[in-house]
């Protein structure tokens, strides 16, 4: 994911296991878009450190945070 926007996103699973990652907003996008459709199936998702496979029927949420969020603090 070179010069590539990203963002950071956790999925939560049916029976409560989270993956964290951060990946390019475009596929933030498609990872959106195939849950809003009605197909199931699968996403593979880059992450800065690993290649993530979404089983979209076993997604309980999405959470996606803001682009320009931080942790610490502001000076």
């Given at each position: 994911?070179?010069?590539?926007?990203?963002?950071?996103?956790?999925?939560?699973?049916?029976?409560?296991?989270?993956?964290?990652?951060?990946?390019s907003?475009?596929?933030?996008?498609?990872?959106?878009?195939?849950?809003?459709a009605?197909?199931?199936?699968?996403?593979?998702?880059?992450?800065?450190?690993?290649?993530?496979?979404?089983?979209?029927?076993?997604?309980?949420?999405?959470?996606?945070?803001?682009?320009?969020?931080?942790?610490?603090?502001?000076?």
């Amino acid at each position: 994911m070179k010069h590539e926007e990203t963002v950071r996103i956790e999925i939560g699973y049916e029976g409560g296991h989270v993956t964290a990652a951060i990946v390019s907003t475009a596929s933030a996008d498609e990872l959106d878009e195939r849950l809003g459709a009605a197909g199931g199936g699968v996403v593979c998702l880059e992450a800065d450190d690993a290649s993530i496979t979404v089983v979209l029927g076993k997604v309980a949420y999405v959470r996606r945070f803001a682009r320009d969020s931080q942790v610490g603090f502001g000076g």
